[in-house]
C-alpha cells in the first residue's frame, strides 16, 4: 500500500506562488503515474496535473484551467512529487490531494488546503 502525505498548502494573495509537496512511502520509480487533484466546496474533485515517475524521463498532463501557471515536478531520490503554483487566483482555493496509481490501484493522500484572497 502506498502512503502519501501532502505539504505546502496555506493562505495566499491572489497573484501569488505556493509549492506543493506529495511524498511517497515508497520508491515512486515503481509507481505509474502521480497525480494532484483538487476538491473546491461544493465542487466535485478535478484533476490539476499528473506526472509519470517511472523513467528517466516525465511527462505531464496539465487541466486546461492552470496550464501555464502550474507546473509538477518529481524527485525520485526522495520520492517526492511536487506542484509549483503560479499567478495564483482566488478560482485555484480548494484542498489539493497527491494521487498515485500502482498495479491497478489507486491511492489518496488527506490532502493539504489551498486559499486565495482576493
Known amino acids: 500500500q502506498v502512503q502519501l502525505v501532502e505539504s505546502g498548502g496555506g493562505l495566499v494573495q491572489d497573484g501569488e506562488s505556493l509549492r506543493l509537496s506529495c511524498a511517497a512511502s515508497e520508491s515512486i520509480a515503481s509507481i505509474t503515474a502521480m497525480g494532484w487533484y483538487r476538491q473546491a466546496p461544493g465542487k466535485q474533485r478535478e484533476m490539476v496535473a499528473i506526472?509519470?515517475?517511472?523513467?528517466?524521463?516525465?511527462?505531464?498532463t496539465y487541466a486546461g484551467a492552470v496550464k501555464g501557471r502550474f507546473t509538477a515536478s518529481r524527485d525520485n531520490a526522495k520520492n517526492t512529487v511536487y506542484l509549483q503554483m503560479n499567478s495564483l487566483k482566488p478560482e485555484d482555493t480548494a484542498v489539493y490531494y497527491c494521487?498515485?496509481?500502482?498495479?491497478?490501484?489507486?491511492?489518496w493522500g488527506e490532502g493539504t488546503p489551498v486559499t486565495v484572497s482576493s
Open positions: 494521487n498515485a496509481r500502482k498495479n491497478d490501484m489507486t491511492y
Open positions: 506526472i509519470t515517475t517511472g523513467g528517466a524521463t516525465s511527462y505531464a
